[in-house]
T-cell receptor, first 114, second 107 residues
C-alpha cells in the first residue's frame, strides 16, 4: 500500500487569493491524480499529475485555475488560484503504486473560501 | 462518455436485513469496476474490485455485462456498514466515480 499525506489538512481563505496543496507519498508511484469533492457530491477528477511534464486536465478544468506540479515520483502540488466561494471543497490526492494497480487516496484538504 | 450511475442517493435498511446498492455503467469494451467506501471521518478506501471476485466484510459484487451492472450486495447488514459507497470504473488510467449512495443501517 501507499501512505499519502496532504498539507494543509484544512484552510479558510479569502476570495481572490491562491492556495497550494501538497501531496507526499512514502514510496514511488506511477500515477498521481487530483480530485475534488464538493459538499454533498461525489469525487470529480481534476487532472493527472505527470512527472516531468504538464498535467493532463479533465474537461472543465484548466491549468490557469489549477496549476499542478509533479517534480518527482513521490510528490505533487495542486494550486487553487484566484479562489471564489465555489471552490470550497475537499481536494484529494490519489496515487497508484508500482507494485499493484490499486488506487489509494489521501486524507484530503478541506478548503473553505469566504 | 464513460459514466457510472448509482440511482439511490440514500438507502436505509434494518440491521440483519439484506442490502443491495445499485450501480450501472455505460458500456464500453471490458470495464474494470470497483466499489469504494468512506466511513464517517475516514478517508476513501477500496472495498472490492470485480476482477478479484472476492468478498470483503461480507460484501460481494458481480459484474453483469448484459445489464451493464455491478451491484453491491450483503445478505445481513450490520450497523458498522453505515457509510458512503461509491461505484467506480477505470477508464484508461483514470478512475471515474459514480455519485455515491449513503447507506444507513438502522439498529
Amino acid at each position: 500500500s501507499a501512505v499519502i499525506s496532504q498539507k494543509p489538512s484544512r484552510d479558510i481563505c479569502q476570495r481572490g487569493t491562491s492556495l497550494t496543496i501538497q501531496c507526499q507519498v512514502d514510496s514511488q508511484v506511477t500515477m498521481m491524480f487530483w480530485y475534488r469533492q464538493q459538499p454533498g457530491q461525489s469525487l470529480t477528477l481534476i487532472a493527472t499529475a505527470n512527472q516531468g511534464s504538464e498535467a493532463t486536465y479533465e474537461s472543465g478544468f484548466v491549468i490557469d485555475k489549477f496549476p499542478i506540479s509533479r517534480p518527482n515520483l513521490t510528490f505533487s502540488t495542486l494550486t487553487v488560484s484566484n479562489m471564489s466561494p465555489e471552490d470550497s471543497s475537499i481536494y484529494l490526492c490519489s496515487v497508484v503504486p508500482y507494485e499493484n494497480n490499486e488506487q489509494f487516496f489521501g486524507p484530503g484538504t478541506r478548503l473553505t473560501v469566504l | 462518455a464513460q459514466r457510472v450511475t448509482q440511482p439511490e442517493k440514500l438507502l436505509s435498511v434494518f440491521k440483519g436485513a439484506p442490502v443491495e446498492l445499485k450501480c450501472n455503467y455505460s458500456y464500453s469494451g471490458s470495464p474494470e469496476l470497483f466499489w469504494y467506501v468512506q466511513y464517517s471521518r475516514q478517508r476513501l478506501q477500496l472495498l472490492l474490485r470485480h476482477i478479484s471476485r472476492e468478498s470483503i466484510k461480507g460484501f460481494t459484487a458481480d459484474l453483469n455485462k448484459g445489464e451493464t451492472s455491478f451491484h453491491l450486495k450483503k445478505p445481513f447488514a450490520q450497523e458498522e456498514d453505515s457509510a458512503m459507497y461509491y461505484c467506480a470504473r477505470r477508464v484508461y488510467d483514470k478512475v471515474i466515480f459514480g455519485p455515491g449512495t449513503s447507506l444507513s443501517v438502522i439498529p
